[in-house]
């Protein structure tokens, strides 16, 4: 069973920085390209961040561009997202989700975890 | 960046069917998905690649892509089918993944 697991959500400062991890389990995770996704309290999904399957390609969105960091150790099946100069707009629910096979050509998120809050404010 | 318009709200009766619309430049030439989220619960692909859906999704879901608008398609609606509906695209020249706003789908 595919299993994702978010943590390291917690209420931090404007300014301050963040590390969120994804604990993945029940797929090869080395085969799969995997994202960040966002959700605001009340509002829709946005897509934050992307990385293929050895980490060597990542892409962002332009508002976190710059900010944040997307990375992954294959050897211990997690994802993170380092996250920096945190904005109060930054404040959602932190999903980590699984895309089709990396170099299917498909993406979209099959799999998806509970999500971690992350909470900006002073 | 490319932009995905959805109308903020659907209404439809049960048993009726309901349709939400995802409108985009061109949408017809990139492939859309499609995800239901219920209130506190992560979202689930309902529709992938214009009109696949994925084991366990009810034929009562279909979708369509052509020209500048993409559409969900629920047959019969259910009770259950209120939720939050969402599309999504992959931009090839940024390699960003695009959500639509959202369709809140009422069952009156």
């Not at chain 1, 969120?20 to 995770?29: D, E, I, K, N, Y």
């Not at chain 2, 048993?15 to 949408?27: S, V």
């Amino acid at each position: 069973e595919v299993q994702l697991v978010e943590s390291g959500g917690r209420m931090v400062r404007p300014g301050g920085s963040l590390r969120l991890s994804c604990a993945a389990s029940g797929f090869t995770f080395n085969d799969y390209g995997m994202s960040w996704v966002r959700q605001a309290p009340g509002k829709g999904l946005e897509w934050v961040s992307g990385t293929n399957w050895n980490g060597r390609s990542s892409t962002y969105a332009d508002s976190v561009k710059g900010r944040f960091t997307i990375s992954r150790d294959n050897a211990k099946n997690s994802l993170y997202l380092q996250m920096n100069s945190l904005r109060a707009e930054d404040t959602a629910l932190y999903y980590c989700a699984r895309e089709p096979l990396d170099g299917s050509g498909h993406y979209y998120f099959v799999y998806w975890g509970q999500g971690t809050l992350v909470t900006v404010s002073s | 960046s490319y932009v995905l318009t959805q109308p903020p709200s659907v209404s439809v009766a049960p048993g009726q069917t309901a349709r939400i619309t995802c409108g985009g430049n061109n949408i017809g030439a990139r492939r859309v998905h499609w995800y239901q989220q219920k209130p506190g619960q992560a979202p689930v692909l309902v529709v992938y690649d214009d009109r696949d859906r994925p084991s366990g999704i009810p034929d009562r879901f279909s979708a369509s892509n052509s020209a500048n608008t993409a559409t969900l398609t629920i047959n019969r609606v259910e009770a259950g089918d209120e939720a939050d509906y969402y599309c999504q695209v992959w931009d090839s020249s940024s390699d960003h993944r695009v959500f639509g706003g959202g369709t809140q789908l009422t069952v009156l």
